[in-house]
Structures are given as structure tokens and as C-alpha cells.
């Protein structure tokens, strides 16, 4: 698969991150030449197989539904940036 | 006493009980090796003395009493990964500037419990992504070994390379690492240092920044395999904050370290006999089988046939997870924030500012697989060659007890010979990721020189939850292989 401008610009857009007109243009490139490397799984035959889920088999453990931590909202905003009391503070989104 | 830090960290737990030296001043000897070394290599992005004489002053009084952990009073290195409670944890990454965790991960917590003292932060690649601890937001960290015959720079490793550099140059006993896809092994065998990864769910991941949830796993990088087997012995167990963590007890990995590897089944696997590889690792190879076979092991070939698609189908999987992982650094909650016009703009230009290169296209690569209409076709399709390559393991391990390959393809490397290509990087951890990829545990022990007279490893896989017998072996090839004799001093300065 060659990756394109267009589609550098697309995924960036997806994960967030701001790409300048240079740094699209490395990124096509690099983005290409791994691409095309990991296309070498096109050779083996996987029909029939399943896709790995979890690497060791483990049962989920099941425990009783209660409350056994939080309570301290200082903490969860203690690295923020901006915060106000117990919040954290972001641009206005709703206008 | 400045010898102290040439003690191994069985050796100091045991003069520590006895009280041949004190908690704090075996601490004390290994900050002054940071401080007169560190600026050189680089190891610690954080030395932490103030913290470390308290705890060491804690162990001291245990041990007046005789009291006191299994690791009472031992000085380690943390890497940087570990989330540490009050204590600045980055992952080595411009975006968690100044992230200052309010809780401690299970790991550490356990090192803690059992009595050790922390020396500080290790360097390591940015969310170890790397092979070479050049992608460190803080600076590469330098491998202590150069060649003979010439100053330049060599890489440690990674992306534990700070892990490996501080044990190798005795800047602590021993250290916590993590391995994804071989940034446990990798550094140690370019450092002639010993690393552990254990089984896929033996040690917890609470608290450790993730990469790529599904084959992350910790682990240490000591200088001896019997130090290993202590310090995993602490970090391992089953903990209820982390749902892949298995609870199953773990054995005493000391008392494994007899036995030696007589009626041993040592499978051989052709398909990591690469072309083009040096000859001198080759021949490293064939040396250590001839060590088992010589101690009374019985050498089988096996074959491994999806191998060569581990590394591919890993070019998928860990950055698919990393990308999803990632997205919580969005300049909200902690860490870096890069303001823009609205929030979008925000997120977009925080997540610019702070991610690296490699954490920028592993990121992308995982968005673009997991984006509508290539899911199929790269991620599923990875899942299921990820089945077969741990079918394959399956099937090795119904004829031998333990795969012996090489650890690495080549020796340690200079700074900045393979940065410019990513995927040449990423061959570095050929063989180790296929342990990763099937949740097996591996570990790397140090074997030789190269012909440059940098460290080369050896590499021992077992079956799941066996990590006894990669003690057990491993121990046979450190003896087998002797002394490496360690790197000449020339990173301190008076």
C-alpha cells in the first residue's frame, strides 16, 4: 500500500497530531516503506485460523460489585495543567 | 568502601543481613558512582538521593533488628516507565513533562515491600519505542563498553538502555526494565549484563506506562542469573489490579539455580540461522550448544516456520495498541499542554509538540491499520499469524524443554549507525520478539565478546510459566562462559 499526502493527512487528523507540509512528506515515505514491509504477511496462509485474543489463556476473574476505591478527587487532578477545584479545565467546547 | 558497588546483588543481601556494611552506605556508594559517572552515560534521568538515604536509613533499622525483606536494604535502578509515587515519571517523553504519579505500580510497590532502596529514574526509549535508547526525550543513554581501540559512542540497547547501562556500570545492583518486543534482552546482551522476561502475565502491569498492553511485560536486568532470580522473585505475583495478571504462585527462582542441565532437551531452531548474519554470532551460537551438550543436555533441532513473520506481524499489533494506549496524552489531565484555538487544535498541537518521530509514525501506523476498511486486512491478519507463530512454539515444546538461540543479530552499535532507518532498527529485535508475540518468557545472558571486544548474549525461551528452567540453564551458560571482566572505567570523573 503506498500511503499518499491525502491519506498522512487523514490519519494525523485521526490520532491528533499536527503534521507540517514538511513532515507529511517524510512521513509518506517512511510511512510506505514500513507499510509495504509488513505486507509480507500477504504470504502465509491463515484461512482457517483464528486471530489470537488473549496470548495466555486465562478465565476473567469474577468479584463482588462494590465500591473498593476513589474518593480522592485531589489526586486525579493534581498533574492537570489548568483546574478549577475538582475539575479540570479545557477551551470552551459547546458554544 | 567504594567496592561495594562490585558486590552482586546476592552477595550485598547477604552482607547486608550479616551486617558486614550498612543500607546506607552501600547506597551511598552507589550515588557516588552516579554522580561522577552519570553525566557521561546518561543512565539515570533522575538520581534520587535524598529518597534513597531515607529508605536505606528504614533498612538499616530493620536490619538492626533483624529484620527485614528479601531485599532489604539493595539498591536498584527504576526505569523511568514505572510509575513511582511522588516521584517524576516520564517514560522518557516531552508530553508527560512533569507528571508527578499520586500511587506507586504494583512492581515497585513489591521491591519496596520486600526492603529495597531506589537509586533513582533510568533513561529508556520514548515509551520504549526503540532498540537503541536514542529516542529518549532526554538524551540517548551510552553503553559503558566501547571497542577496542576507539572512543566512539556505543548504544546500551533499548529500549531499557538506561536499565542496562547503570547495571553494567555499577551505578546499582539492579534494575526493573520492560519488554515488548525484546527491550529487556536486547539491552542486556549488548551491555554483558543478564535480562529476564518473564511469562506474559507474571509480573503485574499496574502502574507501568503501557505501549502495547498485550506484550508489555517487566522484568529485571541484574549482572549474574542468580540476581535475576531474586529480583523477579520480588516483582512477580499475582495482582487483582491488573486482569492479564495470573495468579498462580511463584516458585523460589533461587533454589531453581541448581541442577545444572543434565537430560535436558535443548531444541535448536533452524529458521534463526538468518543470511547475512556475522559469523561471529553464529559461531557464539554453536559455542553455547556445545556448553549444554557438554554439561549432559541433549540438543534437538527444531523448527520454528512462521518466525520470520513475528517481526511484521509485531509492525502491526504493538502499534495498533500503542496508538490506542497514546491517545490518553491529550494535554487534559496531566502532562505537557501546547494551547491552540479551540480544543481539537489543542490535543492536536500538545500531541505534536510532546510525541518524538518514532512515537509519531508508530502511531500513525497503528491508526492507519485500525482505521475503517484496513482493519481486516493488517490487524486481524496479524492476530492470526500471531496464532501460528505460538502454534509453532506449541509444537517445538512437545519435543524439548528449552529453545537456545542467539540474543541479538550483532554487538552493540555506535550512536546515530542505524537511526536514520527505521525498519534496520527495528531488526534488532528479531530474535527475542517472536517470545513476545507467543507471551513465553525469555532470558539473555552474556556469552562472549565480539571481535570488537563488545558483549554478545546468548538467548534461552522456554514454555509458559517455566522460567525455573531458563535459571537453571542460564546459570550453566554464565559459568560455561566465565567472566566477561566487565568494561574499563572511563566514564567517571574524580
Not at chain 2, 309 to 337: K, M
Not at chain 2, 476 to 489: F, K, S
Amino acid at each position: 500500500m503506498k500511503i499518499d499526502d491525502g491519506t498522512v493527512r487523514h490519519i494525523a487528523r485521526l490520532a491528533r497530531i499536527r503534521v507540517t507540509d514538511a513532515q507529511a512528506r517524510t512521513l509518506e515515505g517512511e510511512l510506505t516503506t514500513i507499510l509495504q514491509w509488513v505486507e509480507q504477511l500477504n504470504e502465509v496462509d491463515t484461512s482457517g485460523v483464528e486471530p489470537m485474543t488473549s496470548v495466555m489463556e486465562t478465565t476473567a476473574t469474577m468479584r463482588k460489585d462494590e465500591v473498593t476505591d476513589g474518593g480522592y478527587p485531589e489526586d486525579i487532578v493534581k498533574n492537570a495543567t489548568e483546574k478549577a477545584d475538582q475539575f479540570f479545565v479545557v477551551p470552551k467546547v459547546v458554544e | 568502601m567504594s567496592d561495594l558497588t562490585e558486590l552482586t546483588l546476592a552477595t550485598a543481601r547477604d552482607g547486608l543481613r550479616a551486617r558486614d556494611f550498612s543500607a546506607r552506605e552501600i547506597a551511598q556508594a552507589h550515588l557516588d558512582v552516579i554522580d561522577a559517572g552519570n553525566a557521561a552515560l546518561n543512565a539515570y534521568i533522575l538520581p534520587v538521593p535524598e529518597i534513597a538515604a531515607e529508605m536505606a536509613d528504614r533498612s538499616d533499622v530493620r536490619l538492626a533488628k533483624g529484620e527485614g525483606g528479601p531485599l532489604e536494604g539493595v539498591p536498584l535502578g527504576i526505569k523511568d516507565l514505572f510509575c513511582t509515587r511522588d516521584v517524576r515519571t516520564t517514560a522518557c517523553s516531552h508530553i508527560l513533562d512533569g507528571f508527578t504519579p499520586t500511587y506507586e505500580s504494583t512492581i515497585t510497590q513489591n521491591l519496596w515491600d520486600a526492603g529495597a532502596v531506589m537509586l533513582g529514574k533510568l533513561n529508556c526509549d520514548e515509551f520504549a519505542m526503540g532498540s537503541s535508547n536514542e529516542t529518549s526525550y532526554y538524551g540517548p543513554a551510552i553503553n559503558p563498553w566501547r571497542r577496542e581501540g576507539s572512543n566512539a559512542p556505543l548504544v546500551p540497547g533499548g529500549s531499557s538502555g538506561g536499565s542496562a547501562a547503570a547495571v553494567a556500570a555499577r551505578m546499582c545492583l539492579g534494575a526493573t526494565a520492560t519488554d515488548t518486543g525484546g527491550s529487556i534482552r536486547q539491552p542486556a546482551a549488548l551491555t554483558g549484563t543478564v535480562g529476564i522476561k518473564p511469562t506474559y502475565g507474571r509480573c503485574s502491569r499496574w502502574g507501568v506506562v503501557a505501549f502495547a498492553s498485550s506484550l508489555d511485560q517487566a522484568g529485571p536486568i541484574t549482572r549474574s542469573v542468580r540476581d535475576a532470580a531474586i529480583m523477579l522473585g520480588v516483582m512477580a505475583g499475582y495482582d487483582p489490579k491488573d486482569s492479564t495478571s495470573v495468579n498462580i504462585p511463584v516458585p523460589d527462582y533461587e533454589a531453581a539455580l541448581v541442577g545444572g542441565v543434565k537430560g535436558l532437551k535443548v531444541g535448536i531452531p533452524k529458521e534463526y540461522r538468518l543470511e547475512g548474519m556475522p559469523e561471529e554470532i553464529d559461531t557464539l551460537w554453536r559455542q553455547g550448544v556445545e556448553w549444554l551438550k557438554s554439561e549432559g543436555a541433549e540438543i534437538r533441532d527444531v523448527s520454528l516456520p512462521h518466525s520470520r513473520y513475528a517481526l511484521p506481524a509485531y509492525y502491526i499489533v504493538a502499534p495498533a495498541e500503542a496508538s490506542s494506549n497514546l491517545a490518553r496524552y491529550d494535554g487534559v489531565r496531566y502532562g505537557l499542554r501546547v494551547p491552540g484555538a479551540d480544543i481539537i487544535e489543542q490535543y492536536e498541537n500538545t500531541r505534536s509538540e510532546g510525541f518524538g518521530d518514532e512515537v509519531k509514525r508508530r502511531v500513525l501506523i497503528g491508526t492507519y491499520v485500525l482505521s475503517a476498511g484496513y482493519y481486516d486486512a493488517y490487524y486481524l491478519k496479524a492476530q492470526r499469524v500471531r496464532t501460528l507463530i505460538k502454534q509453532d512454539f506449541e509444537k517445538a515444546f512437545e519435543d524439548v524443554d528449552i529453545l537456545l538461540t542467539p540474543a541479538t543479530p550483532g554487538a552493540a552499535f555506535a550512536l546515530g549507525e542505524k537511526s536514520g532507518d527505521p525498519i534496520e532498527m527495528y531488526l534488532n529485535d528479531i530474535f527475542t520478539v517472536t517470545a513476545n508475540m507467543s507471551g513465553l518468557p525469555g532470558i539473555s545472558v552474556p556469552a562472549g565478546l565480539s571481535g570488537e571486544g563488545t558483549p554478545m548474549g546468548l538467548q534461552l525461551i522456554g514454555k509458559a510459566f517455566d522460567e525455573e528452567t531458563l535459571f537453571r540453564a542460564g546459570r550453566v551458560l554464565e559459568d560455561a562462559a566465565g567472566d566477561l571482566a566487565g568494561p574499563e572505567d572511563w566514564w567517571s570523573v574524580a
